[in-house]
Nanobody, 122 residues
Framework: QVQVVESGGGLVQPGGSLRLSCAASGSIFSIYAMGWYRQAPGKQRELVAGIGSVGSTNYANFVKGRFTISRENAKKTVYLQMSSLEPEDTAVYYC????????????????WGQGTQVTVSS
């Protein structure tokens, strides 16, 4: 099974920026759409941003204009550039691929990673 490893999280002040990375194992990365998800304490996991296999993008309303998703298929990596961060963005961020096209709610094709913690606080 394909596994993913998320990195790049940390503690940042409101208004700051972070760039998250998600590296996948295996050779089938490029055929899948990839999504960034987040889960805050006591809340359900939610889609943050998604990118199709050929680069089309989809963003949750709460991040439009602040976050940018991109991918490098040669490196089997997807990125999430986050700017103008708000305390409400505090969560563990995960990446995964929808099993079926861009059905972002799942099921998912890859094994979930550990995620990367993003904390926005002054």
């Amino acid at each position: 099974q394909v596994q993913v490893v998320e990195s790049g999280g940390g503690l940042v002040q409101p208004g700051g920026s972070l760039r998250l990375s998600c590296a996948a194992s295996g050779s089938i990365f490029s055929i899948y759409a990839m999504g960034w998800y987040r889960q805050a304490p006591g809340k359900q996991r939610e889609l943050v941003a998604g990118i199709g296999s050929v680069g089309s993008t989809n963003y949750a309303n709460f991040v439009k204009g602040r976050f940018t998703i991109s991918r490098e298929n040669a490196k089997k990596t997807v990125y999430l550039q986050m700017s103008s961060l708000e305390p409400e963005d505090t969560a563990v961020y995960y990446c995964n691929a929808p099993m079926y096209g861009t059905v972002w709610s799942g099921p998912f094709a890859f094994v979930w990673g550990q995620g990367t913690q993003v904390t926005v606080s002054s």
